[in-house]
Structure formats: C-alpha cells, structure tokens
C-alpha cells in the first residue's frame, strides 16, 4: 500500500530505531534525562527561544498553550477550520474553562483586518486573553501565513494587550516553503508548538517553546495533563535523529505533493481544494456523481493507495518520509485512472 493518509503514518528508520537504542536516559521528572534536555536545549535555540519542553504529543502542546495564557470563562480568537477547534475533542473548554471564538478566513488564513477586537470588559462577557495562528494550516490545505500577515496580526494583538500562541505542528514544512528560519516565525509568538511526529517522521513526541517563566508553568501543566514521562530520552532521540537528518526531506514531500495535486486537478469529478498546493498536504473533493469521499477512497485502497476521507465529500491526500517520488508517480496514475470510477 502507498499509505497519503497522513504524515503521521511514517515508521522510524533503522538508524533512528539505532539513535533510541542508544539513547542516555534519566528519570525527566526530575530533569535527569540528559537526551530529554539535549533536545529542549536544541528546540530553543532553533526556534530563536529562552526555553522549550518535550512533550508526548502536538494536542498536549497546545492545551498546555492554553492553560498557560487563559483562566477559565476567558476566550481564545483563532481561524474557525484550526486545530484546535475542529482535532482536539473540545479540549480548551474541557480542560481549561476556555471558549474559542472562531473567524473566518481563507484557506484557514486570516489578516489582521479579520482580527475582531476583544470582547469588553464586562460581567456578561468572556475575556479575550490570546491570538491563535497555525502555520502551516492543516485545514487550510497546508497553507503558509505570509510572514507579512503574521507580523500585523502580531502587532494588532499586542496592541489589544492580547498574547499569541504559534500551533506549529508543520512549522518546519512553513520554513522550508517560505524559506524562511524558524526563528522568525517564533519571535512574533509568546509561546509556539512544534511536532516532530509528522513530516519529521518520529515516532512520538512535539515541544512548546517560549520564555523561561512560562515554560517553568508549562512544566506543571504537563504534570496536571497527565504528560509527565520518566526515561523519555529513547523517544527524545527520535527527535534529534530528525532534527539532524530529516529536516532537508521536506522539500522532497513538498515536490511529490504537487504531483499527487496534478493527477487530482486532472481527474473529472476531483477539484483542489484549495487549488494550489504549497506544502505536503492536497485538500480535495468528490463531485457526488462519483461517490462519498469513502467510495472514492476505497476505489483507490483496492488499487493499492490510500487517502483519507474527512467529510462526506472530502478527501486529504498527504506526503512524508516513507513515500518515495516513484510511489507518488503510481499513486497519481491510480488516481487519474481509478478514482473518478
């Protein structure tokens, strides 16, 4: 099978599984695992920060996010397809008290004049407390926030008094498309949350990342969410393998991606959704003549590739690490052959 359901598919490589073996590990609850905090140092300075924190996964990240700049009763502003709205089972209100206020936006991408202002300051109301962005925006088809967004966006909500959250579960794909270092991205953020599970192809594991003070927060948040780990160093050894060596991979993924997009935009009853494709992500939808979105994906699964569906008419198709060019290229012809029927 070639699995383009998501880049979250991929297996570790023999030299990853070798770098986990070899792994020096301590107990992290107490800060001994020497690999853990190799990671953290190295994850802060890539992203231009005084500190980060591994965690088990990008969802814990971001709810980490929330309880770090939100009381219960406040509200968070981000697009309405985001992750947080749509992936992580309601997790602002359930474990922080916090209501999302969702705008709309563009292929999951808004400006600083979608921005609304907060709410008032009143007994009736929620206070407005952060700013959301996701970059790239998995909803969004993968699109990149232009830097110039971001920086109004940033400069709108600082002038609210509001702070800004980064949910970078793909930010290393943003890097490479844009060209553009982490760095710059992040300086913009009070916190930011990178994966390294996805295009980065770990088995386990993201960070937040941001000042020192809220970092030492997040660090009992972790706790209270049930992520604190003991000899985290065999997984946080993935994350330095890929770091090292998959980093320069995403912009393969990003080229076999266009070719899964070509076959979908030349499939009668497909259309790209959005039309251009930027990262490793390809949003598309099934005219109803051809099916569900789950018969146009079992058409492909019986030839030999899987895409995901994800509404009743749309499908994602996605690239990584263990897809290679030639696979892509028979999955574009599966595609145009098989699934319009």
């Not at 895409?307 to 009743?312: N, S």
Request: net charge negative; charged share 20%; with cysteine.
């Amino acid at each position: 099978m070639i699995d383009l359901r998501s880049d979250t598919v991929t297996k570790p490589t023999a030299a990853m599984r070798a770098a986990m073996t070899a792994a020096e590990v301590g107990d992290d609850v107490f800060g001994e695992d020497p690999t853990v905090r190799r990671l953290e140092e190295r994850v802060a300075e890539h992203l231009g920060t005084e500190a980060a924190l591994f965690v088990p996964s990008g969802t814990m990240a971001n709810q980490i996010a929330v309880r770090l700049h939100c009381r219960p009763g406040d509200e968070l502003i981000c697009e309405e397809t985001s992750h947080v709205v749509l992936w992580e089972g309601g997790g602002p209100a359930a474990l922080s008290g916090v209501t999302c206020r969702p705008i709309r936006g563009t292929s999951g991408l808004f400006t600083a004049l979608d921005l609304p202002a907060p709410r008032p300051t009143d007994i009736h109301a929620p206070q407005t407390r952060l700013v959301w962005l996701e970059n790239t925006h998995n909803r969004g088809g993968g699109r990149v926030h232009p830097l110039a967004d971001v920086c109004e966006i940033a400069a709108t909500a600082r002038g609210y008094g509001l702070a800004l959250h980064l949910d970078g579960a793909r930010l290393w794909n943003a890097v490479v498309a844009a060209g553009v270092p982490a760095a710059e991205w992040c300086r913009h953020f009070d916190t930011v949350s990178v994966c390294f599970s996805k295009g980065l192809g770990a088995p386990v594991g993201s960070a937040i990342a941001g000042p020192q003070t809220l970092i030492t927060l997040a660090r009992r948040y972790r706790k209270l969410f049930g992520g604190a780990m003991r000899q985290a160093g065999v997984l946080a050894a993935a994350c330095l393998h890929a770091l090292d060596h998959h980093l320069s991979g995403l912009t393969g993924d990003h080229v076999n991606a266009r070719l899964i997009a070509a076959a979908v935009a030349d499939t009668p009853g497909l259309r790209l959704v959005p039309e251009t494709v930027e990262t490793n992500l390809i949003w598309f939808e099934a005219d109803a003549a051809l099916g569900s979105a789950q018969a146009v994906a079992d058409r492909l699964r019986t030839r030999g590739v899987l895409v995901a569906p994800l509404g009743e008419q749309t499908l994602r198709a996605c690239t990584h690490l263990d897809v290679t060019r030639a696979d892509c290229e028979q999955a574009a012809d599966v595609i145009r052959r098989h699934a319009g029927g």
